[in-house]
């Protein structure tokens, strides 16, 4: 009996040892990782910092090494939009209307796509899928060269001398960025896939056809993925360069912003000069964007999730 005794005390002193040992483990690992996401975080907001104290630096940049800026104002923001030589509002007119067509017609092609994958079996279906796929996979600036002369022919674009009006490049870039909207489909046919078909079924019964289903049911059942499809849609066109650079070439007015800062530092060739400039530039075109993307988060998590259980 005593034998029994004296053991027991030892088995729970070696729990609560366990236990803390555990406990400490944890908090060990813990304070670890929020090291390492703390120095990540400084990496990857070092140079937005960077981009912002520059763009408020009176000073030129070619006669300074230092960090912080010594006097700071609102200079390079109007200059940018008082200097004649850059048409920085022009230039955001234009990734406007690209960005804004593109989306559009992009949402609408690939939710149109993705909905017919999802609810419809034809002939060719899966071999349809798997071509989108293969095809969305070639990076598109592959063929530029190829869209460039396809371009030419129809008359969107010049040929030799002639002017054609700004019109003709901001259609040619929408036309661009939203031809290939149906190779992102797949993740969208994953939200669709999610939705009951028995939905369908019920309002075939009732004499609703498909068109009717999709755009009075299912699409209003369906908002976290219309709004990703048309964040992501947007975000392409408002950063693009090589198709800009590659279409309008020379025609400065026709510019989207991307190729205007590049043109800024590289085309100038004044860096010293318009660096700070280029930096106000920079912070501009990122504010729209941000401030769309922090208003429709939630809707954009939940377009992915949603879209990712089934593929």
């Known amino acids: 009996m005593n034998a029994k005794v004296e053991t027991k005390p030892t088995k729970i002193v070696g ?11 944890k ?43 010594q006097q700071f104002g609102f200079d390079n923001y109007i200059q940018l939009f008082t200097d ?32 017919t994958f999802s609810r419809l079996r034809f002939k060719g279906r899966q071999g349809m899928m798997k071509l989108l796929m293969i095809l969305g996979m070639f990076p598109g600036f592959m063929a530029m060269i190829a869209i460039y002369f396809i371009l030419k022919g129809i008359g969107l674009l010049p040929s030799g001398s002639e002017q054609v009006p700004i ?3 901001l259609i040619s870039l929408i036309l661009v960025n939203s ?34 289903i999709f755009f009075k049911i299912i699409l209003p059942l369906s908002k976290p993925i219309l709004i990703f499809t048309a964040l992501t849609s947007f975000m392409g066109p408002w950063g693009d360069y090589i198709f800009v650079a590659t279409i309008t070439r020379q025609r400065t007015d026709a510019w989207t912003i991307a190729r205007g800062l ?8 004044m860096v010293a000069e318009y660096y700070t400039m280029f930096a ?11 401030l769309l993307f922090i208003w429709m988060q939630k809707y954009y998590v939940s377009g992915v999730t949603g879209g990712a259980v089934k593929g």
Do not use: C, H
């Open 15 to 25: 729990n609560v040892l366990g236990f803390k040992n555990q406990k400490t483990v």
């Open 27 to 69: 908090r060990a690992t813990n304070i670890a990782v929020y090291i390492i996401l703390a120095v990540l975080s400084i990496i990857w907001l070092a140079p937005i910092v960077w981009l912002i104290l520059d763009s408020l630096r009176i000073e030129s940049t070619g006669r300074v090494s230092y960090f912080i800026p």
């Open 84 to 115: 004649p030589r850059i048409p920085y509002l022009q230039w955001f007119l234009n990734t406007f209307i690209v960005a804004i067509f593109t989306s559009l017609i992009s949402t609408i092609i690939v939710l149109l796509t993705s909905y």
């Open 167 to 169: 019109s003709n490049y």
């Open 179 to 212: 031809s290939g909207a149906a190779m992102g489909y797949l993740v969208s046919k994953g939200y669709f896939d999610t939705i009951s078909k028995s939905i369908d079924e019920a309002a075939e019964i009732d004499g609703a056809n498909k068109a009717q």
């Open 262 to 269: 590049y043109n800024m530092l590289n085309g100038q060739g």
């Open 280 to 290: 106000a530039g920079a912070v501009l075109i990122s504010i729209p964007i941000t």
